[in-house]
């Protein structure tokens, strides 16, 4: 973790790849959400995982970082089950394991400042250049390879690519740390 702190963030992005197809399955087959609904919730995940390494949180972590994934994923299901008024027999599962583990009481202290938090990485996201925000929102949420951001943004190459994401997400990252000490 203290890599990614340092700008490797190409670890992260492997952590990324190596966890979604995983989480997306685990997600659809333990709360029967479909394959959107599962990689919605891997992306907040995701994003709210990468927050806590960037601003060193997670530094005296007991759990592996997977674990410690699914279950922000999995507090994330069960707002999203509370919201639809989906309560049901897995609802009531999910709070008894989650309460059981002692989950329930750190998630709801930590919710608020969650929420500030992935609305400050809102709201600094698009304070991004154009550029930052496509090149993010391609390798991110579309899942598109460095080779395929350069062509479609007209870029030299792929290493020109990885070069500007690193850049985006030193950018997304101080403005974060700034809104952070206000």
Known sequence: MA???KGKYELLDEFY???RTSFIRWAHNT????ALEAEDIYQDAIEALFQKIVLGKLENLKASLKSYLFSIGKYMIYRKIK???MYNLETEKLESEMFNSGQMQFIQIETDQQEHQLELVANCKKKLS???HSILDLYYSEKKSMKEIALL???KNEDVVKSQKVRCLAELRKCVLAGMDQ
């Open 83 to 85: 919201g639809k008024n």
């Open 3 to 5: 890599e990614v702190v």
């Open 17 to 19: 790849r190596t966890n």
């Open 153 to 155: 943004l007209g870029y």
């Open 31 to 34: 709360y029967a959400l479909n």
């Open 130 to 132: 154009g550029a930052c």
